[in-house]
């Protein structure tokens, strides 16, 4: 198995499946992975996918501002041992190799990574600025524990950047778009574009004009899993 499978996986995913934070918002507990999340719904869909390839994939964890709180596949390819973030809500469309530092560009953004100590760093740029993105211990980690984490993250009193406004992103032809609150960034490789103005109570509308993709099936779906869990406490109440 190649590193180029795993990277049309990679890409794929990205096109394919959203980065968004509204199971966060909603308080709800996804169970299925083909409507994209953060970094734990989309790097369990990764890892499925990879696994069903053939692919050696396993779970794995990064620091983002020193805390653990990010996760991502580690796959070991001909010996070597690299790393797919899919979920951090940015294209980062290539493995990151544990033996050799990379840099590369796409839709105007750039990453480079630094290995020291037995640490890959992690630096994006965009729009001129770079800022270390995250660091990933390059030994292995608990699957199990990841795993534990990953059911616990709503509600271990973990504050996410993301936490209070809405995160949309996805790569859509050429471009790259990510919805900040009410503002969509569209990165390309010809420049940057900013749309300030989408409509919060008509969101879905502007996701389908602009990425293409109806987000009603992945509403209904929240919408179920909230009904859902009122009519337990209900019953509990009831008992």
């Known amino acids: 198995m190649t590193v180029q499978l795993?990277?049309?996986?990679?890409?794929?995913?990205?096109?394919?499946?959203?980065?968004?934070?509204l199971y966060l918002l909603n308080d709800v507990q996804p169970?299925?992975?083909?409507?994209?999340?953060?970094?734990?719904?989309?790097?369990l869909s990764y890892l499925e996918a990879a696994k069903s390839a053939g692919l050696d994939a396993h779970?794995?964890?990064?620091?983002?501002?020193?805390?653990?709180?990010?996760?991502?596949?580690?796959?070991?390819?001909?010996?070597?041992?690299?790393?797919?973030?899919?979920?951090?809500?940015?294209?980062?469309?290539?493995?990151?190799?544990?033996?050799?530092?990379i840099e590369y560009e796409c839709f105007g953004m750039a990453y480079r990574t630094q290995i020291s100590d037995g640490v890959i760093t992690v630096y994006h740029r965009k729009n001129g600025v770079e800022k270390q993105q995250m660091e990933i211990d390059i030994t292995e980690?608990?699957?199990?524990?990841?795993?534990?984490?990953?059911?616990?993250?709503?509600?271990?009193?973990?504050?996410?950047p993301f936490s209070n406004q809405l995160r949309f992103s996805m790569i859509v032809g050429q471009r790259f778009l990510f919805i900040r609150?009410?503002?969509?960034?569209?990165?390309?490789?010809?420049?940057y574009e900013e749309i300030s103005s989408l409509n919060k109570s008509d969101i879905n509308t502007d996701i389908m004009t602009y990425f293409r993709y109806d987000i009603s099936p992945l509403e209904s779906f929240i919408v179920n899993k909230k009904s859902a869990h009122k009519q337990r406490i209900a019953l509990s109440h009831d008992q």
């Open 6 to 21: 795993a990277q049309q996986i990679l890409f794929d995913k990205f096109q394919r499946e959203p980065f968004h934070n």
């Open 31 to 43: 169970t299925t992975k083909k409507y994209g999340g953060t970094c734990s719904d989309k790097t």
């Open 59 to 101: 779970l794995h964890s990064a620091r983002i501002g020193g805390k653990e709180i990010h996760r991502l596949v580690r796959l070991e390819i001909d010996n070597q041992r690299y790393f797919a973030d899919i979920g951090n809500g940015w294209p980062s469309i290539y493995l990151f190799p544990a033996s050799t530092p």
């Open 141 to 160: 980690k608990s699957d199990t524990e990841i795993r534990q984490s990953i059911a616990n993250r709503f509600s271990a009193n973990i504050t996410y």
């Open 181 to 191: 609150d009410t503002r969509l960034e569209i990165y390309s490789d010809a420049g």
